[in-house]
């Protein structure tokens, strides 16, 4: 298979229907073992490219930045110019008061750590991870857009948890009045489960020619029906080890999401987590889903999911699935 190509938001730039989160790598867990270690890393990478994939996202704080020197290197073997590299910044990275959020002093700090890090001049997107209430707009946004100007950034994009409009709308509205480069993508947790950016975050999204790149797309693996309802977790799931995932998913209301998810699969002949991702990248107001990935049958069998075509019977019934619950 290949993976075509997407304008990256309202953008001239073309990404992969699908992007490649590295967030597991050199992740250590909690029995201290790294999840995937820098030859996995490599592998995984190749199999993407090979796969047709060009979209790549990771963050300063992954692996305590192991994930961007595992992608650095990587990237000294091909032509950088190939792929769309998107990293982002927020989280503490060192132990002190100016270790962390938007600041000026911080972001100026990571934006150099970052770039060498990867290996790169620029990357292609740098998002905020999260919002800093602490950082006045004018401050960060001035900071970014300045990134743009000397040529380390080329589209900057917001990353959050919980939504957010209002804000967005504020930081770019303020760069529209001072003629800073704006919001371009933005990139909250959004599945067929997690619905919260639905209506206002995506309108505003839409309002502002702002592209959507979500995470946990499978919902923290809920959505790939390895849950059965009425039935104890599978032992070391995340279900099994983590109260407030099994409290917050293993509900009435998502195992019938699940339900209506797995009846498409039968009827396509593609797993749940293929379906639940294909329901992404056929959605009209999303640019591309993020996935990641242990092994590279994994990361396969989920690429696999762009080449299912969901009829627009199956797309509504499974956005509708949700809806007929509140959330």
């Not at 994939?53 to 990237?75: C, K, P, Q, V």
């Not at 003629?179 to 067929?192: H, L, S």
């Amino acid at each position: 298979m290949s993976l075509e190509t997407v304008p990256l938001g309202r953008t001239g730039t073309k990404v992969s229907e699908i992007a490649f989160g590295t967030w597991r790598f050199g992740r250590r867990n909690d029995a201290d073992e790294v999840e995937v270690d820098a030859d996995q890393a490599h592998e995984l990478l190749d199999a993407y490219a090979a796969a047709g994939g060009n979209f790549i996202d990771t963050a300063d704080m992954y692996g305590e930045g192991a994930s961007e020197t595992y992608i650095g290197e990587w990237l000294s073997t091909r032509d950088r110019e190939d792929f769309v590299i998107a990293s982002k910044i927020f989280w503490p990275t060192r132990d002190d008061p100016n270790g962390r959020g938007l600041s000026r002093k911080h972001l100026r700090r990571q934006i150099d750590r970052i770039l060498d890090r990867l290996g790169t001049d620029y990357v292609d997107l740098l998002y905020i991870h999260r919002w800093d209430d602490d950082t006045p707009v004018e401050e960060f946004m001035r900071t970014l857009d300045q990134f743009v100007r000397d040529g380390k950034v080329n589209y900057l994009g917001t990353s959050t948890l919980e939504p957010n409009a209002w804000k967005v709308v504020k930081a770019n509205e303020l760069a529209d009045k001072r003629g800073y480069e704006p919001f371009r993508i933005a990139q909250p947790r959004y599945n067929v489960v997690n619905r919260e950016v639905e209506g206002n975050y995506l309108d505003m999204c839409d309002d502002y020619d702002i592209g959507v790149v979500p995470w946990s797309p499978l919902a923290g693996g809920f959505l790939t029906g390895k849950y059965t309802r009425g039935e104890s977790p599978p032992p070391n799931s995340r279900a099994a080890t983590d109260q407030r995932f099994a409290d917050s998913y293993l509900t009435s209301a998502n195992f019938d999401v699940l339900d209506a998810v797995e009846a498409v699969a039968e009827e396509v002949d593609a797993t749940p987590a293929q379906v639940s991702l294909a329901w992404l990248v056929n959605h009209p107001q999303v640019t591309a889903p993020i996935i990641g990935a242990r092994t590279v049958n994994q990361l396969r069998e989920d690429l696999a999911a762009a080449t299912i075509d969901l009829s627009s019977e199956q797309f509504t019934r499974l956005s509708a699935a949700k809806r007929d619950h509140s959330v």
